[in-house]
């Protein structure tokens, strides 16, 4: 019928769903709204799961039970008849698993904090770092998603060294978490006098935003320094310390948030950065055990690392982990990129679909 793994992963997944059964009616779970929710959330995603391994189950179960009346001469062409039967109903509902496999993901409905850095290229590779973050907030504008503007280092040329900021909506990370990576450009900088093409790089990060109630952050294992933000060559100098900047000590993760005025806002806004990365840090440690449902990493900005190029001369926009070209790259830069996400998605459907079946 099925591969142990798969056998085993449906019975996890039938053990927690009766765990949650029972918290959900624990009178504390109810009083804590924020772990309530949490907890209605992981229900829900294991519910249409766990509903047809029920299905299964019982239709195997019958499926026993035709397979012993074979033998009996008076009942013989009826239980054959009922077999077949039920072995093209286990097969469908195998399909409908595995499917649901593919498509249900815990993290794909959750809100993204985005980050993008320029790599090499000096200053050309920061105006790049800007281009893909107008990029991604038109993109957000089109999908009627809200971003918010967390951090940022500015250069003089208006491009940017680093770039913080949230995506909130449906479906968010499900279809923008094959952006994080090394995106190459190619053309003639702002810069260049002499109108050669230059190659420069720049990293984007998407991790998926997590609740508090979903990670655990000690109090004594974080450090909060409060210092005054300003922009680049001295403008928009803040004259109190409102900027946040937050150190987890145990892993060394460093964020800094300082785009609101208030300290208050820009901690709450330094805290989400910091429950994302540590969230993004445990899956990495974690990810020899999960099926290859993982962010493909960003790399060091090389620009031998590229997952896609930006072609200006040739109007080009390539992704290169499938071989994907698109020959409308202004278009794309106005934040038109539901087909190069849609075929990111499609490659990835098939690959996992092909695993399963592989391993079945």
Same mark, same amino acid.
Not at 144 to 167: A, C, M, P, Q, R
Not at 259 to 281: C, F, G, T, V, W
Not at 285 to 296: S, T, Y
């Given at each position: 019928?099925? &591969?142990? !793994?798969?056998?085993? /992963?449906l019975e996890d997944m039938q053990k927690r769903y009766?765990?949650?059964?029972?918290?959900?009616?624990?009178?504390?779970? @109810?009083?804590?709204?924020?772990?309530?929710?949490?907890?209605?959330?992981?229900?829900?995603?294991?519910?249409?799961? @766990?509903?047809?391994?029920? $299905?299964?189950?019982?239709?195997?179960?019958?499926?026993?039970?035709?397979?012993?009346?074979?033998? #009996?001469?008076?009942?013989?062409?009826?239980?054959?008849?009922?077999?077949?039967?039920?072995?093209?109903?286990?097969?469908?509902?195998?399909?409908?698993?595995?499917?649901?496999?593919?498509?249900?993901?815990?993290?794909?409905?959750?809100?993204?904090?985005?980050?993008?850095?320029?790599?090499?290229?000096?200053?050309?590779?920061?105006?790049?770092?800007?281009?893909?973050?107008?990029?991604?907030?038109?993109?957000?504008?089109?999908? &009627?998603?809200?971003?918010?503007?967390?951090?940022?280092?500015?250069? #003089?040329?208006?491009?940017?060294? +680093?770039?913080?900021?949230?995506?909130?909506?449906? &479906? @968010?990370?499900?279809?923008?978490?094959? *952006?994080?990576?090394?995106?190459?450009?190619? /053309?003639?900088?702002?810069?260049?006098? %002499?109108?050669?093409?230059?190659?420069?790089?720049?990293?984007?990060?998407?991790? =998926?935003?997590?609740? *508090?109630? +979903?990670? #655990?952050? !000690? =109090?004594?294992?974080?450090?909060?320094?409060?210092?005054?933000? %300003?922009g680049p060559g001295g403008q928009k100098v803040n004259?109190? %310390?409102?900027?946040?900047?937050?150190?987890?000590?145990?892993?060394?993760?460093?964020?800094?948030?300082? #785009?609101?005025?208030s300290q208050h806002k820009n901690k709450a806004k330094?805290?989400?950065?910091?429950?994302? /990365?540590?969230? *993004?840090?445990?899956?990495?440690?974690?990810?020899?055990?999960?099926?290859?449902?993982?962010?493909?990493?960003?790399?060091?900005?090389?620009?031998?690392?590229?997952?896609?190029?930006? !072609?200006?001369?040739? &109007?080009?926009?390539?992704?290169?982990?499938? !071989?994907? %070209? @698109?020959?409308?790259?202004?278009?794309?830069?106005?934040?038109?990129?539901?087909?190069?996400?849609?075929?990111?998605?499609?490659?990835?459907?098939?690959? $996992?679909?092909?695993?399963?079946?592989?391993?079945?």
């Amino acid at each position: 019928m099925m &591969n142990n !793994n798969l056998l085993k /992963r449906l019975e996890d997944m039938q053990k927690r769903y009766n765990e949650l059964e029972n918290l959900l009616a624990d009178p504390q779970a @109810v009083a804590d709204s924020g772990r309530y929710m949490s907890l209605m959330k992981e229900h829900g995603c294991l519910s249409k799961i @766990v509903h047809k391994y029920a $299905q299964l189950t019982k239709t195997y179960t019958r499926k026993q039970e035709a397979e012993n009346l074979l033998s #009996d001469g008076e009942f013989a062409d009826m239980a054959r008849m009922e077999l077949d039967e039920l072995e093209d109903q286990e097969k469908a509902i195998m399909d409908e698993i595995k499917e649901l496999f593919i498509t249900e993901d815990k993290t794909a409905n959750k809100n993204v904090i985005a980050e993008i850095r320029a790599g090499t290229g000096g200053e050309e590779a920061a105006i790049f770092a800007a281009d893909l973050f107008r990029m991604y907030i038109k993109y957000a504008e089109r999908q &009627n998603w809200k971003t918010e503007l967390f951090d940022y280092n500015e250069t #003089d040329l208006g491009g940017f060294k +680093e770039v913080t900021f949230s995506i909130e909506g449906r &479906n @968010v990370y499900q279809k923008l978490r094959f *952006e994080s990576g090394t995106h190459r450009v190619q /053309r003639v900088p702002q810069t260049e006098a %002499s109108g050669r093409v230059h190659t420069s790089t720049a990293t984007v990060a998407i991790l =998926p935003e997590v609740e *508090e109630v +979903e990670i #655990d952050i !000690n =109090p004594a294992d974080i450090l909060i320094e409060t210092f005054r933000a %300003s922009g680049p060559g001295g403008q928009k100098v803040n004259k109190t %310390s409102s900027a946040v900047r937050i150190t987890h000590i145990s892993t060394g993760i460093v964020v800094k948030c300082l #785009d609101e005025k208030s300290q208050h806002k820009n901690k709450a806004k330094a805290m989400r950065i910091l429950r994302s /990365r540590l969230y *993004e840090s445990i899956e990495e440690k974690n990810q020899l055990e999960r099926d290859q449902v993982r962010r493909i990493q960003i790399g060091t900005g090389d620009r031998s690392e590229k997952i896609r190029t930006y !072609n200006y001369s040739q &109007n080009r926009v390539t992704d290169h982990r499938i !071989n994907f %070209s @698109v020959y409308n790259l202004e278009h794309v830069m106005l934040g038109y990129l539901d087909e190069i996400i849609a075929a990111l998605a499609n490659h990835y459907r098939e690959d $996992q679909l092909r695993q399963l079946i592989t391993s079945t």
